[in-house]
């Protein structure tokens, strides 16, 4: 049976394409906010590091009643490394809005978000957003966009998916790129007329597929997915297939159900097929889990999510000044946190390793790693972690290793410096054409090639420069990539730095620390021009002297030091080095701290 009062869509696209944006204008005009109500931008963006980053980290769910059809939008990432989150919720819904930038056109992601709604034969809306930005080619953009659904082996239908053109920032939408209406009712048309209802069974027995995981600290875990059949009632008993086999199945009762109203979820006694719920009272149920009926256990075949093609190393902090900044900082602390994480991030992958003390964290890239990192250390967990690698693999006897599709838009003046800096981390360039007065170019590019370029990118660029990446496919090994051309500076003894210290080592490189910082023996405090680590001591004081000299030390001219974000620290370090990371602060170390030991380590590996 067909329900004709549902439909379920999910807003894909490239990174900064502008799906959160659309959906706060969907939900204003649908009804959802009072008139009064004040509303900030992006709403759907409720994480604080979604917020400061400006990018949608986490899948979330909404909905807007449109002449009383109810419409479940899900809110997906756009950056690649979360492309677990969107794999999984396009099990949720029956049709995709596929955003594309007016300007930008189709991007790496466009296409993996696209090959994935193609795959599991969902109806396609062609949105071409931002049509009122200068320099907008929305008649191209759509012939792009064409190109790519024939690339992809779209059957006629999807061919034949509509177009509406709109200005999200606005809320405008037309079936024209040369009018603009007033507000988005052409956009609501297309997801009614052309988005089918969930066919479903509504009297069959009960079935849930578990799509997602979120944590209440007052009801515990609450988990979210579609209805696939039947009823499901707040207080049943349902039983609970494990989607991995790893677990045996399981009774449970159902102690709520919500469905979700706007951005709240409200509380119901029972919800039918096609209806995406949240429920809770079933505290092992993970992502990719089925919820049946007692009486007829039948689990559903989830998603292949695809592999990590990165890892790091995160371990206990065993710095001098361990302990001090964090209130987590054991080994059952840091192993309990990334195993919980597991539940959310089914793209993530934990590892114990040799050691008790550390573990091995695999993921889709370097912002998805950073995302973690950076979120542990908010919630006080102290840990350093080692640089990102990248997961070979073994095929038939041949090396092989993960490739990047690397779309650079660039103005004309720059492409000279890009061209030659990836071609020297093994970048092979595949399509170079004039986007107005800048230049898209596409490389293809082992991820290995990326460590430690997007800042080179910026600056070689003037910071006019926008790079993407996502991965390919793996290929055979390309042979050695130099990751840094700079040596370090490392902290010759544990103390406080001084403006005479750092003035006397300052000509030496880049500095990373201010006076009176706390440092040790083996921090690197500081870049030096030259491949070499040199040790220095930004700890020395100045003598006393018989003679007095008025003035003296204000003359002392410090240049600024550069201090690194998390991932420009991740980017930065070499392979003998550690990050280590607190609430407070983040440090940069080599893995050996004493200076003497770390030269004869050093030694006997040249010999």
Do not use: W
């Not at 992958?349 to 040799?354: C, I, L, N, P, Q």
């Not at 500095?511 to 040199?534: H, L, R, W």
């Amino acid at each position: 049976m067909i329900r004709n009062d549902i439909r379920n869509v999910a807003i894909v696209a490239h990174v900064d394409h502008g799906k959160t944006t659309l959906v706060d204008e969907m939900l204003k005009q649908s009804g959802t906010f009072r008139q009064n109500e004040v509303v900030d931008d992006r709403v759907m963006d409720s994480n604080d590091l979604e917020r400061e980053r400006g990018i949608t980290i986490l899948a979330k769910n909404t909905s807007i009643i449109y002449n009383d059809i109810k419409i479940n939008v899900v809110d997906t990432p756009g950056h690649a490394d979360f492309g677990g989150e969107v794999e999984r919720i396009l099990k949720m819904v029956d049709g995709v809005l596929l955003l594309v930038d007016a300007f930008e056109g189709t991007m790496p992601q466009t296409r993996f978000v696209l090959q994935k709604a193609l795959e599991l034969g969902h109806k396609v809306i062609i949105v071409v957003n931002k049509v009122d930005r200068p320099g907008a080619r929305p008649v191209e953009v759509v012939d792009e966009v064409l190109e790519l659904l024939i690339a992809l082996d779209a059957t006629d239908e999807q061919l034949d998916s509509p177009v509406v053109f709109c200005s999200g920032r606005n809320g405008t939408a037309s079936l024209s790129p040369d009018i603009q209406e007033e507000n988005l009712v052409p956009l609501f048309e297309q997801i009614i007329n052309h988005v089918p209802g969930p066919d479903v069974d509504e009297e069959g027995p009960a079935q849930m597929l578990v799509s997602n995981i979120d944590y209440d600290n007052f009801i515990g875990r609450i988990a979210t997915g579609r209805i696939e059949r039947g009823t499901v009632k707040k207080g049943m008993q349902v039983t609970v297939c494990h989607h991995h086999g790893i677990h045996n199945n399981y009774n449970a009762k159902i102690v709520n159900l919500l469905t979700i109203d706007g951005l709240k979820r409200v509380n119901v006694d029972e919800a039918k097929a096609g209806e995406i719920v949240c429920l809770s009272g079933i505290e092992e149920v993970t992502i990719g889990d089925t919820l049946c009926d007692t009486q007829n256990v039948e689990p559903l075949p989830f998603c292949k999510i695809s592999e990590p093609t990165l890892e790091m190393t995160f371990s206990v902090n065993d710095s001098p000044f361990a302990g001090t900044e964090g209130k987590f900082c054991t080994s059952r602390h840091l192993r309990a946190r990334l195993y919980r994480e597991l539940l959310k991030d089914i793209s993530l992958k934990v590892e114990d390793s040799d050691s008790t003390e550390a573990f091995r964290v695999m993921g889709r890239g370097e912002m998805h790693l950073s995302i973690l990192i950076e979120t542990m250390r908010r919630e006080g967990y102290e840990f350093q972690v080692s640089a990102p690698k990248v997961l070979f693999k073994e095929i038939d006897g041949v090396k092989m290793e993960p490739m990047e599709e690397v779309s650079c838009d660039v103005p004309q003046e720059y492409m000279g410096s890009v061209i030659e800096k990836l071609g020297a981390r093994k970048g092979e360039l595949i399509d170079m054409s004039p986007r107005g007065d800048r230049m898209h170019v596409v490389f293809h590019i082992p991820t290995r090639g990326l460590f430690g370029y997007r800042n080179e990118f910026l600056t070689d660029t003037r910071g006019e420069g926008i790079i993407n990446s996502m991965f390919l496919e793996y290929t055979p090994y390309r042979g050695e990539i130099t990751k840094r051309t700079t040596g370090s500076l490392v902290a010759y003894e544990t103390g406080k730095t001084t403006s005479y210290g750092i003035y006397n080592v300052q000509d030496r490189g880049q500095m990373f620390v201010v006076p009176a910082q706390d440092v040790y023996e083996g921090q690197i405090v500081g870049e030096n021009a030259k491949t070499d680590d040199i040790v220095i001591n930004p700890c020395k004081k100045k003598h006393m002297t018989a003679v007095r000299s008025t003035g003296a030390d204000e003359a002392l001219r410090l240049v600024p030091p550069k201090i690194h974000s998390l991932e420009e620290a991740i980017e930065f370090i070499n392979e003998d080095e550690l990050i280590e990371v607190t609430p407070k602060s983040i440090r940069l170390r080599k893995q050996i701290l004493n200076n003497v030991n770390r030269a004869k380590a050093y030694a006997k590996l040249k010999s």
